[in-house]
DNA sequence: TAAACATATGAACAAATGCTCATATGTTTA
DNA sequence: TAAACATATGAGCATTTGTTCATATGTTTA
């Protein structure tokens, strides 16, 4: 008896193969973390709406703030997490500082996702 | 002056434009929500598990709970979730429930955000 | 039909999360 | 250099979330 047939219902066992399959394939723990980080980021409306605003432009943080009708702080904790995520960069300019989209994959996965709930 | 522009760094002003643009491109409230409650879905390493065992095979839940080394009731749990997303379907067959991926969505939004995390 | 099996679900609890408030840091200007 | 402006950040609090435990529901079999 293979090392992890266990009590299942009886499918499990007829595919033994199937756990080295998903194991071979399966990301490490770290890269499932970094995933679900990942993904957790875009899992809040605040987050998204920003990202909307940067699909139109670069813009800075108090112009954010307004345009979202919410407050700096907010705003600035919220891009922070989007920094460190890499969804977004900056760049300062005097007293000002200007955050943009940081590469394509923000727009293709929000895009997946917008396709996928209009189904 | 321009009903939008109250107090900000003087950038907005110069941009009466974009928060008409913003506006415009902006999704309505309802699918920002429902854009942020799919994400949400994918924000957690242990629905990631579960959808990387399903990128292998149809499975029942006491097969992922099993390969995934968890209780039968978390999995039924996030099973819940992620049917409730249209992220899997469930088939019944017997005793067993098999769920399997819903649709391609799934393959290509967790695709990019590996790409996103190997840069 | 009773027992066994497979899955689903509600309640509870600890951990994580998003916002607010106060304040710190960085930059420009008077 | 002091004041004003723009942004960043830590603490606190209410809400959300993922798991466990107990148990309910659905299906098969003896």
Chains 1, 2 share one sequence.
Do not use: W
């Not at 066992?13 to 980021?41: I, S």
């Not at 920003?50 to 919410?70: G, K, S, T, Y």
């Not at 900056?90 to 007293?95: I, L």
């Amino acid at each position: 008896m293979a090392i992890n047939d266990v009590e299942c219902c009886e499918t499990f066992h007829t595919h033994e193969h199937l756990l080295n399959q998903v194991n071979e394939n399966m990301p490490d723990e770290d890269e499932l973390y970094d995933l679900a980080e990942l993904f957790k980021v875009f899992g809040d409306s605040t987050r998204i709406r920003i990202l909307f605003v940067l699909f139109e432009a670069e813009v800075c943080v108090c112009d954010l703030a307004q345009a979202l009708n919410m407050t700096q702080s907010a705003i600035s904790h919220q891009l922070k997490l989007l920094k460190q995520n890499k969804l977004v960069k900056s760049r300062r300019e005097g007293k000002s500082v200007f955050y943009s989209l940081a590469d394509g994959h923000v727009r293709t996965i929000i895009a997946q996702g917008r396709e996928h709930i209009e189904e």
